[in-house]
């Protein structure tokens, strides 16, 4: 098996229901955080970790990811034209050169895991990565994948992306029961999708970051429905355990859950903040428009000035 992680899939054929009206003609996941749509987040994420093929399982009502990739020649042909010339390497850089984009259907609305075993023909018999781009994860000059694949490359097995979250908030996720092997990094003996906190074997939650191994798509390919009537992931990562060692990894970095519309608004706030053109701008108008009684803003401001 290659210990390189070529190809990442992004399972985007959601509807984005906690997003309405916004969503009814336009793809959560081309919200954008200021100037950036959360999909090119998470491409971008993917390319700084080695990928070179970006896999999104789509549905009929997401072009405007497909556009959004997909060489514009009328608006490059313009700013040329006018001699826009950042506008249009920032264009040009949606896509940098040497990764190409891949686009695979999903027909039904049947879950996380069957959206990932819609890419086995694009994927194949090696490891790849799965981003969920509602989670948006800012890991500053070494992303969360990145940081993935250097363990992935170094242990050639699945690692999941964690984090600790509240007990209370353990019925969002799935859940792992890990021991610890190093720093960051824990063996799984077990994985319960969304369990109550009652039921939770801890407070270690995989959090939209995967690299799995081929192995994960015949155990897909007859794992039941479960949880909602849908192909649950978590299932087919629970079969899994039986045959491969898979390893939970605590990223470094801020994850913003940007499918929940709080965490959206922190992320615009903090990357607005961390902004070059906006920044200065951003963190004088917070303190104008808040004052010194907004503590938690301005905290914030100065953490970024």
């Known amino acids: 098996m290659n210990t390189k992680v070529r190809k990442a899939v992004f399972p985007v054929a959601g509807m984005g229901t906690r997003f309405l009206p916004v969503t009814k003609a336009n793809p959560k996941e081309m919200l ?3 100037d950036k749509p959360l999909i090119q987040y998470a491409a971008e994420e ?9 896999i999104f399982v789509t549905s009929s009502s997401k072009r405007a990811i497909e556009d959004h990739f997909d060489k514009n020649y009328e608006l490059e042909t313009e700013l040329e034209k006018k001699g826009k010339t950042q506008l249009l390497k920032i264009v040009h850089e949606v896509v940098p050169a040497g990764v190409s984009c891949v686009y695979v259907r999903q027909p039904e609305a049947l879950g996380l895991g069957h959206a990932v075993l819609c890419a086995k023909p694009v994927v194949g018999e090696e490891p790849f990565a799965v981003i969920l781009a509602d989670d948006l994860i800012d890991g500053g000059s070494n992303s969360c994948m990145s940081q993935m694949t250097a363990v992935f490359e170094k242990q050639r097995c699945s690692v999941l992306g964690v984090e600790q979250v509240p007990m209370t908030e353990t019925d969002k996720y799935g859940v792992v029961d890990a021991e610890p092997v ?12 969304k369990p109550t906190p009652a039921d939770a074997p801890s ?33 087919a990562i629970a079969r899994l ?24 608004l922190m992320a615009t706030v903090e990357y607005a903040l961390k902004h070059p053109e906006l920044s200065a701008a951003f963190r004088e108008y917070l303190s104008s ?4 009684s ?10 970024h000035a």
């Open 32 to 34: 954008p955080i200021v």
């Open 46 to 54: 993917a390319i700084s970790a080695g990928v070179e093929e970006l």
């Open 182 to 193: 190093q720093n960051n990094l824990s063996r799984v003996n077990r994985i319960i999708e």
């Open 203 to 235: 407070n270690l939650a995989v959090v939209g970051r995967y690299i799995l191994t081929p192995r994960i798509f015949g155990l897909l390919e007859t794992t039941p429905r479960g949880a909602g009537g849908e192909i649950q992931l978590t299932d």
């Open 241 to 264: 355990l039986d045959e491969e060692q898979v390893l939970a990894f605590e990223f470094e970095g801020t994850r913003y859950d940007c499918g929940d519309k709080l965490g959206y």
């Open 289 to 292: 428009a808040f004052g010194t």
């Open 294 to 303: 907004e503590e938690s803003l301005l905290q914030i401001a100065k953490k």
